[in-house]
């Protein structure tokens, strides 16, 4: 998979649509109803960790990976991307 590639607009909501899927386990967990959004976060990342002690994969490498394939595919935007549900009067 090229990870240099700039990523479309749908692209993008595709992959948001896919990571908020990944979270819905623990947002509608007992848990996740009692957590806001960035505690959930850092939750799934935690766990993430531990998965990847578990299989003896290096978390730092593949966040790192993961970090450079977001700029590549994100260039900086001039000014900021708002979510259609919070942008004013919606």
Known sequence: MGGNVSMTAD????A??????ALETYTLSGEGWRHGPSET??????DLMR???DTQR??????????ARYATQ???LTEPR????????S
């Open 51 to 53: 998965w990847c002690a």
């Open 16 to 21: 948001v649509r896919r990571a908020n899927a």
């Open 82 to 89: 708002t979510h259609p549900r919070s942008r004013p009067g």
């Open 41 to 46: 976060l850092r939750q799934v990342l935690a």
């Open 74 to 76: 994100n260039p900086p």
């Open 11 to 14: 692209g993008h909501d595709a």
């Open 58 to 67: 290096d978390f730092d490498a593949a966040l790192d990976e993961a970090r």
